[in-house]
T-cell receptor, first 115, second 115 residues
């Protein structure tokens, strides 16, 4: 059963702690993305990776870090430098070179609350 | 940077009424995609428009891409309670003739349908 998994669904952390959000896909997609969703602001791109061992900053990368050591995995670390980390985080993947639609497939999301 | 504006932010309709959401980009787009996010869920791809002036239909949904490839709309005829959710447009620009471009999402329109 192909898809994208994110864990956990809900995450609580104390202020000042780093936290890593997991994203795994078995769709064999080259590209992966992290978005942040806040009410009334749509989806904002944090980081994206077009291929293993390479990634680029999105529009709101400050306070976040990523790695792409394996094709199927793209973990996101929310660091203590992120001023307002409480949000809904969505991971997505796509296959830009497949031809046809370059649609993004989203995971179920992780709702992070920093107390 | 690239901006994609979407209006209205909220729309409340009675079941059977029509609904339209509009998307406007500050720059010319390579393509535009539409996604639907059900309450508590994650965005799901609906369609992609690529050509200037393109119109596509999916049952009661009609998607348009403007002649200048800077605006788009989604129209739902005779809404049903199953149409409830947030509708996002997402524009893409392919830099330098590449086949890949990151998506910039609009803020989304939250549709409520009263039975």
């Amino acid at each position: 059963d192909g898809g994208i998994t994110q864990s956990p669904k809900y995450l609580f952390r104390k202020e000042g702690q780093n936290v890593t959000l997991s994203c795994e896909q078995n769709l064999n997609h080259d590209a992966m993305y992290w978005y942040r969703q806040d009410p009334g602001q749509g989806l904002r791109l944090i980081y994206y990776s077009q291929i293993v061992n390479d990634f680029q900053k999105g529009d709101i990368a400050e306070g976040y870090s990523v790695s792409r050591e394996k094709k199927e995995s793209f973990p996101l670390t929310v660091t203590s430098a992120q001023k307002n980390p409480t949000a809904f985080y969505l991971c997505a993947s796509s296959d830009p070179l497949a031809g046809g639609y370059n649609e993004q497939f989203f995971g179920p999301g992780t709702r992070l609350t920093v107390l | 940077g690239q901006q994609v504006m979407q209006i209205p932010q909220y729309q409340h309709v009675q079941e059977g009424e029509d609904f339209t959401t509009y998307c406007n980009s500050s720059t010319t787009l390579s393509n535009i995609q539409w996604y639907k996010q059900r309450p508590g869920g994650h965005p799901v791809f609906l369609i992609q428009l690529v050509k200037s002036g393109e119109v596509k239909k999916q049952k009661r949904l009609t998607f348009q891409f403007g002649e200048a490839k800077k605006n788009s709309s989604l129209h739902i005829t005779a809404t049903q309670t199953t149409d409830v959710g947030t509708y996002f447009c997402a524009g893409s620009i392919f830099p330098g003739g590449t086949s890949y471009g990151k998506l910039t999402f609009g803020q989304g329109t939250i549709l409520t349908v009263h039975p």
